[in-house]
T-cell receptor, first 113, second 116 residues
Framework: AQKITQTQPGMFVQEKEAVTLDCTYD???????LFWYKQPSSGEMIFLIY??????QNATEGRYSLNFQKARKSANLVISASQLGDSAMYFC??????????FGKGTRLHILP | GAGVSQSPRYKVTKRGQDVALRCDPI?????LYWYRQALGQGPEFLTY????????KSGLPNDRFSAERPEGSISTLTIQRTEQRDSAMYRC??????????????FGDGTRLSIL
């Protein structure tokens, strides 16, 4: 079955520390994409970063990087030097060749001053 | 417009009424997706279109739900004979090209539907 699992319902992190949000996925399809989205309390969904299943290098976008471990089927999001504005819900998602997108249940991140 | 626009932002209606939710994607975007998001949960796939063609409607909960995109641009999600369990945030997203494999989606702000 195709599935995204985010095991951390909530996390508290001190400002300026790095934070890792966990995501594991399950698919038998060799072609897939992995995404992370941020949802602040305002409710919008903001695209952060993308990793393709055939990409050799981990994706990076500014303070965001995706720790892609294909053999372990994990795609953890790493936020360096966290800021108060990073407090939000974070969703991991997987896209498949049939164009369907599957989202995880999310992790609520709280950055403490 | 610059982003994906959804209307209405909020809809409150009585059980048994029909509702129509509208999505205006980013101009030129080929793919359009509909999701339902319960509070504190991730978006749940409902259906999607490439141009005007509905590609997959396997996520629609039952036959009270339908969607169309007749001219390949604006889409309408219709729920007939609404029930209280239909209360949720309904989100629309679009992406520039067909094939969601490597296309980040641009989400609208959603329609919050409340069934009394």
């Amino acid at each position: 079955a195709q599935k995204i699992t985010q095991t951390q319902p909530g996390m508290f992190v001190q400002e300026k520390e790095a934070v890792t949000l966990d995501c594991t996925y399950d698919t038998s399809d060799p072609s897939y994409g992995l995404f992370w989205y941020k949802q602040p309390s305002s409710g919008e969904m903001i695209f952060l970063i993308y990793q393709g299943s055939y990409d050799q290098q981990n994706a990076t976008e500014g303070r965001y990087s995706l720790n892609f471990q294909k053999a372990r089927k994990s795609a953890n999001l790493v936020i360096s030097a966290s800021q108060l504005g990073d407090s939000a819900m974070y969703f991991c998602a997987m896209s498949l060749r049939d164009d369907k997108i599957i989202f995880g249940k999310g992790t609520r991140l709280h950055i403490l001053p | 417009g610059a982003g994906v626009s959804q209307s209405p932002r909020y809809k409150v209606t009585k059980r048994g009424q029909d509702v129509a939710l509208r999505c205006d994607p980013i101009s030129g975007h080929v793919s359009l997706y509909w999701y339902r998001q319960a509070l504190g949960q991730g978006p749940e796939f409902l259906t999607y279109f490439n141009y005007e063609a509905q590609q997959d409607k396997s996520g629609l909960p039952n036959d009270r739900f339908s969607a169309e995109r007749p001219e390949g641009s604006i889409s309408t999600l219709t729920i007939q004979r609404t029930e209280q369990r239909d209360s949720a945030m309904y989100r629309c997203a679009s992406s520039p090209a067909a094939g969601g494999l490597n296309q980040p989606q641009h989400f609208g702000d959603g329609t919050r539907l409340s069934i009394l």
